[in-house]
């Protein structure tokens, strides 16, 4: 059971004539936490959902649990990895509840309606993102960062072994960005599930990530333990602004210098 | 929470507000039937006029217009998915305007009936693949092209049905607007629309919780298993022939695609395994009942029954829409 949550090899992306990677190489094993992180247009969401195998990719190998894509099948897959895609709109109505029961949705036959079991679930994924008590709320009297934890629960709902996180701290407070993060530190830590995310925060990245994963664009990458590749040099010449590293007791922090 | 039982119940009580209101159209009309006599009639065992007038006059007329309207009501609901346009209907894509130049192109020859049929059938499909080819163009299409495509197809249609009324003789003009507006008179048989209909209901409910998801987006649907690409071409071409099939048995009757299933979304919310059948037999219900009131209000004079469908749902509409939201 050493086989890793994803492996990706040689792996060239590129959206029209803008190269996002090439070459890119790693193994995400069970219980790890990648940060991926880059300048806005470098192609991050597109380099997830190719992870996700929703997009083809340019070359390359993508082999999740031991299968490739092709192989498992869109049903299979979505009952081993979740995405949680940018910026949530719905156009029709739809309680709490309903929304967050769609994780279920790959787990249940052709006539199946969800049972006691996928309420449950539901249920605690919503008390999990603090939404206990939402249920039959619909979702058009959320507000953003309310909906954006509907969308978090919606993903754990669907029990996948690797999450792959699109900005999953958009429009969450402070509080909720670290619940969110903790909470997905505990599955991966207690259930050894895989986390992939998209963050802009550097600090917690560093906090809250295993490895990283620096999207220089033009197709150059960088990927690595935090420690590693989370260095001044390497921010710097990620976003082309200078960053300070101030070292504290428990550890490093990045500052605009 | 969905539940099967919860729309066995409701699915159970709207046939049987179907079935009222098929009675209620075998009932009605200038020779008043009894329900025990419109029984005894559909049974075969009785001779006379009120038997006579019940089984072949407004028994295909009713199951046409039940059939349509609930066609009707389904291809708006699917449209309105695909879409994810709470605005679409089943005309957003120009079918109802390829079908009314096809009608109206065969009314102005003075072609028989079977040819206005005929060309209305052939219009839709030929304005549901132009739409379908140019929205296409790029290789992958997008709803807002498909919107906007089928939206100007629609309009060009329109213009040249607005040019065949302008050089139509004057004693066929009666006939075109009451196609345009929808008119059962002519409706030659009902079973091509029962059947498209039982078809129409096979083919999409196995796949409602897969459009629950498209209806929530394409990126979340895919992460969750469904064969978006595919999914969307069936739905696609499933409410354009659905629509083309109520288009040529009723001429262009409005509203009922957009409205019913609104109404029946703000009813009962947006599972689309309840929503689908659910409209269908509301969309049914409404028709039916309102060629009825058509071909009774006035009579012997007969009125448009897209006039009456709107008469109707309007009301209904806003009263649902006003009523405090639900859930709260």
Partial sequence: MNTPLLSVRELEVNIGTVRVAAGLGFDLEAGQRLAILGRNGTGKTTLLSTLAGLRDAEAGSLVLCGESYEKLGARQAARLRGLLPQGQFDAFQSTVLETALIGRHPHLGRWAWEGRDDERLAREALAAVDLAGFGTREVHTLSGGERQRLAIAALLAQQPRLYLLDEPLAHLDLNH?????????????????????????????????????????????LEGPVAAVLTAESLMRLYGYPLREIPDGTGRHFVPA | MPTRRRALLVILLLALLGLASLVIALAAGSLPVSVADIGSALMGDTEGVAAEVVRSLRLP???????????????????????????????????????SVGALTAMLFGLPLLLVNGGAFAGALAATLLVFGLARGDGSWTQTRLLLTGVIVAAGCGAVVALILSIAPENKLRGMLFWLMGDLSHAASPWPALLMLALGLLAALPFSRDLNLLARGDITARALGVPVTRLRGGVYVLAALATAVAVTTTGAVGFVGLVVPHL?????????????????????????????????????????????????????????????????
């Fill in chain 1, 177 to 221: 960005q670290i619940a969110v993060l903790d909470l997905l530190s505990r599955r991966a830590r207690e259930d050894g599930v895989g986390i992939v995310m998209v963050l802009h925060d550097i600090n917690l990245a560093l906090r809250y990530a295993d490895r990283a994963l620096l999207l220089f664009g033009e197709g150059r990458t």
């Fill in chain 2, 61 to 99: 007329r009713a199951l046409a217009a039940f059939a349509c309207g609930a066609l009707l009501a389904l291809a708006g609901a699917l449209m309105q998915v695909l879409l994810r346009n709470p605005l679409a209907d089943p005309y957003v894509l120009g079918i109802s305007g390829g079908a």
């Fill in chain 2, 264 to 328: 029946v979304r703000l009813a009962i919310g947006n599972d689309q395994r309840v929503l689908l059948p659910a409209a269908a037999i509301a969309g049914g219900v409404l028709l039916t009942l309102a060629d009825t009131l058509a071909r009774t209000l006035v009579a012997p004079q007969q009125l448009p029954v897209g006039v009456l469908t709107a008469l109707i749902g309007v009301p209904a509409f806003l009263y649902l829409l006003t009523r405090s939201p639900k859930s709260t």
